[in-house]
């Protein structure tokens, strides 16, 4: 299932839990980076958890890559709460959105 439905099954994560997780979002969130391209939607319901503890990112329909020269985009995607100002602000944006997403979703988890 996903972070959010362990999280309304279970509750809060224990610390631990937090940092394994986050760890492993942080290296798929480095390698979509390194293709240059920013996820838009990282939240805890499209961040699968499979039964031996491996995290997936999932829901790539707002991804968009960063073409050759473009350091940031302008279209407001993503879910409210998870956004980073700059997205809400729509002033453009780019691969550190992601970022402020996981802050929003390690919140979410401790939560």
Known sequence: GS???MLARFGR?????IRLYTR???????YLHSAR???????????LVEKSGRIKLADFG??????????CT????????????????QR?????ADIWSIGCTV???AS
């Open 13 to 17: 994560f224990d610390e631990s839990v």
């Open 37 to 47: 391209t920013v996820h838009r939607d990282i939240k805890g319901g499209n961040i």
């Open 74 to 89: 302008r279209s407001f995607k993503g879910s409210a709460f998870w956004m980073a100002p700059e997205v809400i602000r």
């Open 107 to 109: 919140l979410e988890m």
């Open 62 to 71: 707002m991804a968009k890559q960063m073409v050759e020269n473009m350091s």
């Open 24 to 30: 492993q979002i942080l290296d798929g969130l480095a």
């Open 92 to 96: 453009g944006h780019g691969l550190a």
């Open 3 to 5: 972070i959010a439905s």
